[in-house]
């Protein structure tokens, strides 16, 4: 029997669900659905339950559930699957809740869903750039070597390193959890540099007027550095050497064969990278969403 894993990623403003395959393989576009990162701690586990039972009522006949798969954003312990996000205006409700034990019991009540798992049903935590890391290895032919860095730059900075295709979240030459956000960085740490608000502050910082306001803030400014714009170029410019500068102290000690970036901002990559970062090929992801959610299907195949 064919297996398939419900996988979704969690944002603060829309959740990206989709039923993918143990190999890599979508059994439908994928759907979007809105986070309510604000609401109370019990609609939101009633609400994620739910978004689970929809999901898993499109399972194709045939094909049983394998599990669920979650990319949720940290502060976030995916060791014992507890949420410890506070202070950044989503999910506050979650904190200290051991959000996998609370899933993994109400998944397995849902009544439209019994009979569907291929074993006990079980709910799987992870970093979305993390997942994003797996996702693009397994699936993606374009990936070149045997250690490879991940980044996902949007509203904030995400990383995963890689060895082998297994996630190194600590040892020489990796930050704790593989996770660079935190990195202290001139004045602040690297994702308040390599990230949305990054670019805005430089965009500040070179007196760049007529800025919109909102999520689109970024895709304008690279508008007008694509229509030639000299200053919005040398905003792109700038941003791609602090960029540089920032992972150059981790290219060394890591020493990856490729770095391979996704996000939000990657879709103006051309902007600020070239094809290669401190002498390390560089490759730019295809749809970053997609493999995050293929990710969460190789967190089974390797349990």
């Known amino acids: 029997m064919n297996e398939g894993v419900l996988a ?6 829309y959740v990206k669900a989709g039923i993918v395959g143990i190999d890599g393989s979508l059994f439908e576009p994928l759907r979007s659905f809105p986070a309510r990162s604000g609401d109370p701690k019990e609609a939101l ?8 039972a929809t999901q898993g009522k499109r399972i194709p006949d045939g ?39 609370e899933l993994t019991a109400r998944i397995a009540a849902i009544p439209e869903l ?45 990383s995963a390193f890689l060895s082998r295709g297994k996630l190194v979240k600590r040892g020489v030459g990796v930050p704790e959890g593989g996770w660079l ?3 202290p960085y001139r004045d602040g740490v690297l994702d308040d540099y390599i990230s949305r608000r990054g670019i805005v502050r430089l965009a500040k910082e070179l ?8 999520e689109e803030d970024v895709k304008r400014l690279a508008e007008r550095a694509y229509a030639g714009e000299a200053q919005a170029v040398q905003l792109f410019n700038r941003f791609g050497e602090r960029l540089s500068e920032a992972l150059l102290p981790w290219l060394r000690s890591f020493r990856p064969d490729s770095v391979v970036i996704g996000g939000q901002i990657a879709k103006s ?35």
């Open 63 to 101: 094909c049983a559930i394998r599990g669920v798969g979650l990319a949720f954003p940290g502060p976030f312990d995916y060791e014992r699957g507890v949420c410890l996000t506070r202070g950044l205006n989503k999910f506050e409700a979650l904190y200290g809740v051991n959000l996998k034990e």
């Open 269 to 303: 990559a051309d902007l600020f990278v070239s094809d290669q970062l401190g002498g390390v090929p560089v490759r730019i992801a295809a749809d970053t969403s997609i493999s995050v959610l293929r990710g969460a299907s190789r967190l089974f195949v390797d349990m």
């Open 207 to 214: 007196g760049i007027q007529g800025m919109t306001s909102g």
């Open 114 to 158: 019994e009979g569907k798992w291929s074993g006990a049903p079980a709910v799987v935590i992870e970093n979305d750039a993390a997942l994003f890391a797996l996702g693009e290895y397994a699936f993606d032919a374009g990936r070149s070597g045997i250690r490879t860095m991940y980044l996902t730059i949007g509203t904030g900075l995400g």
């Open 45 to 52: 586990l009633r609400y994620f339950s739910k978004l689970v």
């Open 181 to 183: 956000y935190r990195i």
């Open 8 to 13: 979704f990623d969690v944002g603060g403003t």
